[in-house]
Every structure is written in C-alpha cells, then in structure tokens.
Nanobody, 122 residues
Framework: QVQLVESGGGLVQAGGSLRLSCAASGRTFSRYLMGWFRQAPGKEREFVAAISGSALSIRYANSVKGRFTISRDNAKNTVYLQMNSLKPEDTAVYYC???????????????WGQGTQVTVSS
C-alpha cells in the first residue's frame, strides 16, 4: 500500500552536508513509522534513524547521532534525512523504509525504497 522513492543522494566532500528525501504514496502515510537504513559494499544493512507517525518519537544510530536529523511532513507524504558533518564512513546506499509497527531492525519494515547513493570523499 506504500511506494517509496528516495532522492537527494550524491557526491560530497568530508564535512559537507546532504539532504535526502523520501516521497511516499498512500493515504495512510501518517500512520507509518518511517526509517532510514544504509548499506555499504560488503556490509549488512544498518539502521540509521526512525521517526514515528506523529514525529514525537525519534531514534538515531549512535554513529550518526548529533550529525543527522530525521523529519517528516505528513501533508507532503515525505520524510527527510538531513546529514551534516559527513564522513567517508557514511558512504553507502541509503534506503527509506516504512512499518506499521516499531522498528530499528530491517526485518520489521514492510516497505522499502530502491535506495539512493551517498558518497563522501576525503
């Protein structure tokens, strides 16, 4: 019932910023917990951040806490990931995901976007 499309990825220098967007289809978008995950070559997909439907509950991975900010605009059916102070280790394909329950684990998410590449150069 939900289709997700990420955008905003690209190449940036270390210390720079990038803002990812995830556009979602569906009338019930506001009821979904939205999450961002990332996957680097040869590594498992890892949790980055999540935000509840009301935007009152937010979680971040320790590796990005203080640097990344997740937000959502339910009127626009869009979730964002503002990434600041980017590091080369942030390089990965970033995925937007949605779940009707709680989630910091990929297996808990029901819908996934196709991903957007983020590359951070030294």
């Amino acid at each position: 019932q939900v289709q997700l499309v990420e955008s905003g990825g690209g190449l940036v220098q270390a210390g720079g910023s990038l803002r990812l967007s995830c556009a979602a289809s569906g009338r019930t978008f506001s009821r979904y917990l939205m999450g961002w995950f990332r996957q680097a070559p040869g590594k498992e997909r890892e949790f980055v951040a999540a935000i509840s439907g009301s935007a009152l509950s937010i979680r971040y991975a320790n590796s990005v806490k203080g640097r990344f900010t997740i937000s959502r605009d339910n009127a626009k059916n869009t979730v964002y990931l503002q990434m600041n102070s980017l590091k080369p280790e942030d390089t990965a394909v970033y995925y937007c995901a949605a779940t009707g329950s709680v989630g910091t684990f990929a297996r808990e998410y029901d819908y996934w976007g196709q991903g957007t590449q983020v590359t951070v150069s030294s």
